[in-house]
């Protein structure tokens, strides 16, 4: 009986001519216009679109102080069937390892189908709400919404109380799809001061501060005549609205380093503490102040100093480097760290353990690592610098803004006479004077005394990915035998030797999922010597495909790019490569007796700034020379060179799949 009474309601609440007028933004009223809402013109490829998505976080009084509760309410319309992926719903909460932990009190979520002139309304069972780890800090709540399809609108609210101030929730305005309203307030009081960071927001549809209208109490307020002659006092919170209307999908995440660092969004970080009781605290930093309490720290600078005495012996013990010159004796300790102790998977800029624990567990967190080869690095006399970042899945440094929450890793800058260079311990596969692609996120601060240098973590070196492709033709069988070589270098090299651990039966796996039938004599080079080229050799056999008495052929088998990623006309944020990348392709192909080519692929060359792409085709009696190279030359493209970009990856697609034909004479 009680469904049937929610069910009337709601099909009350649906036929009102009122409501029928405009988009409903309360929750649980859905009006007319929404089930007739179709096709959102302003992107009429989405696949679904936020009606709503309205946040609002207050503080409130408990025994110890102030919490803070934030309520969403979200309401999505599903539009094609590939929208359907929106039933899926993740609540993220934060706990800090120390007992202290966000909760999310509440949750409300139903699904809306309009069918058969009547509207169906399903809730989600409470019993359906599971919680996931997502990593130490972090859980989050998860459900899926029934009966989800083309046509359904599904919504869905929660309330999450946390009572950490510097974590006052943060507002993303922008999503995956497109979104036609969204709304945050925030109930402020005048115990924490607050700077908001607006990221891709020139001016808001609609923005107010204004004071409450309610009077609030701190401690013991007794009036007398009008006056408060108690210990406490009256104030009133300071109400922040901000409103953006039919903001865009975010739909490229090819080439960038986070979503975080170029999603339309709020955020909110905690600048002073004013107690009630008198007195300020000032909780945003100067780059200074925050250097000088990483080096007081006892899981930062105290470990390094604590680890010299530990690294000395060390030192004595496992590597003879005396009469080494500083760059050689540099090499040999920071290989010995990769080699000697392996990285348990943890970003950190702090430590999780003693030196000396870390020392006979031989495992540790990135910090416990590069802290520690810093101080191995000093007690052999080389000039070594702890320097903080925040790794590219993070989001980048807002360098106007001294938090040290912003970083969340440690490497290591080495001075070693006239070599200076970035290095890192967690990974025995990236040669000794590199960092790991991860690292490669803009810039780092250098932990030091009495100064505040930054470096910067940009690579400029290439790396190079080149194969050589020899091809046999079965035109009775229709196949082709390949004797293929790849040369890799740098980060190009990583990529391979992370991939395979340099295990034959995995390279043959993955070559027959790739396209070939049959993969042998497989053979690797250099696996271990990270500074040489990392090479693959194998033979493989691979089909062909014929056409009445042509036969296709793909000179350069499935290696080159099958398809663009950048695919927006325009964009506002840069084509991000990590590094500058190289790529040479060589085939060469023994035209079978009884055939003869038919045409050539024209050749194509371009050299500028920006690229070099060069193809080209050479004919010498029965045999068919391919050469396709194309070379990105910086690692990182500002906005303003995405068109230029985005054409050369067309054409490298176009040009480096195009086919030979060979006509049966």
């Avoid at 104030?235 to 953006?244: C, E, G, Q």
């Avoid at 760059?327 to 943890?346: A, D, T």
């Amino acid at each position: 009986m009680r469904s049937t009474i929610v069910t009337v309601a709601i099909i009350f609440l649906f036929i009102q001519p009122v409501l029928a007028q405009e988009l409903s933004r309360e929750f649980g009223v859905i009006s007319n216009n929404e089930f007739e809402f179709k096709v959102y013109e302003k992107d009429p490829e989405a696949e679904a679109v936020v009606l709503f998505d309205i946040g609002k976080s207050v503080f409130f009084d408990t025994e110890r102080g102030y919490d803070i509760r934030f309520t969403r309410s979200r309401r999505v319309k599903v539009l094609s069937r590939a929208g359907t992926n929106q039933a899926e719903v993740s609540i993220p909460f934060y706990v800090d390892g120390f007992g202290k932990t966000e909760k999310i009190v509440s949750i409300e979520a139903y699904s809306y189908n309009f069918e058969q002139g009547q509207l169906f309304r399903k809730a989600v069972d409470q019993s359906a709400v599971y919680e996931e780890k997502i990593n130490d800090r972090w859980k989050a709540k998860k459900f899926v919404f029934p009966d989800v399809k083309e046509g359904t609108i599904i919504e869905y609210k929660y309330v999450l109380e946390t009572p950490f101030h510097f974590n006052l929730p943060d507002w993303q305005f922008q999503d995956k799809i497109p979104t036609l309203y969204s709304e945050y307030t925030a109930n402020l009081i005048p115990f924490y001061e607050y700077v908001f960071l607006a990221q891709g927001i020139s001016k808001f549809d609609f923005q107010e501060s204004k004071p409450s209208t309610v009077v609030r109490e701190f401690g013991s307020v007794n009036k007398s005549y009008g006056q408060n002659v108690g210990s406490g006092f009256e104030f009133k919170d300071m109400i922040h609205t901000y409103v953006l209307k039919d903001v865009p999908a975010f739909k490229d995440e090819s080439y960038i380093t986070s979503r975080e660092d170029y999603l339309i969004k709020l955020d909110f970080q905690l600048a002073k503490f004013h107690s009630p009781r008198g007195g300020t605290t000032s909780i945003i930093s100067t780059w200074p102040e925050l250097t000088k309490e990483l080096l007081k720290n006892d899981n930062f600078g105290k470990y390094t100093k604590t680890a010299e005495r530990l690294a000395k012996k060390l030192l004595e013990q496992e590597i003879a480097a005396d009469q080494a010159n500083k760059l050689e004796k540099s090499r040999q300790i920071i290989e010995y760290v990769k080699n000697s102790f392996s990285w348990n998977g943890y970003y950190s800029k702090f430590s999780s353990k003693s030196p000396k624990d870390f020392v006979n567990q031989k495992t540790g967190n990135a910090a416990d690592i590069n802290l520690f080869l810093t101080a191995m690095l000093r007690a052999a006399g080389i000039d070594a610098q702890p320097v903080i970042l925040s790794t590219r899945n993070h989001g980048k440094i807002k360098s106007d803004y001294p938090f040290e929450h912003f970083f969340n890793y440690v490497i290591v800058l080495v001075n070693a006479g006239d070599h200076v260079f970035l290095t890192d311990g967690t990974e025995a596969l990236v040669a000794y004077n590199r960092i790991p692609p991860r690292c490669i996120n803009e810039r780092g601060l250098v932990v030091k005394e009495d100064e505040v240098p930054w470096v910067d973590l940009y690579s400029s070196i290439q790396s190079m990915d080149n194969k050589t492709i020899g091809l046999s033709l079965d035109p009775e069988n229709l196949t082709a035998k390949a004797m293929v070589t790849v040369q890799s270098t740098e980060f190009e090299a990583l990529g391979y030797r992370n991939l395979f651990k340099n295990d034959s039966v995995k390279i043959r796996e993955k070559l027959l999922e790739s396209g070939f039938s049959d993969v042998s004599r497989i053979r690797t080079f250099n696996f271990e010597k990270t500074s040489l080229p990392y090479t693959i050799a194998y033979e493989g056999v691979t089909a062909l495909e014929r056409i009445d008495n042509k036969i296709i052929v793909s000179p350069f088998l499935n290696y080159p790019i099958k398809e663009n990623s950048l695919t927006q006309k325009k964009r506002s944020y840069p084509v991000d490569f990590i590094y500058p990348k190289k790529e040479l392709l060589i085939s060469r192909l023994e035209i079978p007796a009884g055939y003869k080519l038919v045409g050539v692929p024209e050749a194509f060359a371009v050299d500028n700034d920006l690229a070099e792409i060069n193809l080209k085709y050479t004919i010498t009696d029965n045999v068919v020379e391919a050469s396709a190279q194309y070379h990105f030359k910086k690692g990182v493209y500002v906005s303003g060179e995405y068109a230029r970009v985005k054409y050369y990856i067309d054409m490298i697609v176009k040009k480096f799949n195009e086919q030979l034909v060979l006509e049966k004479i």
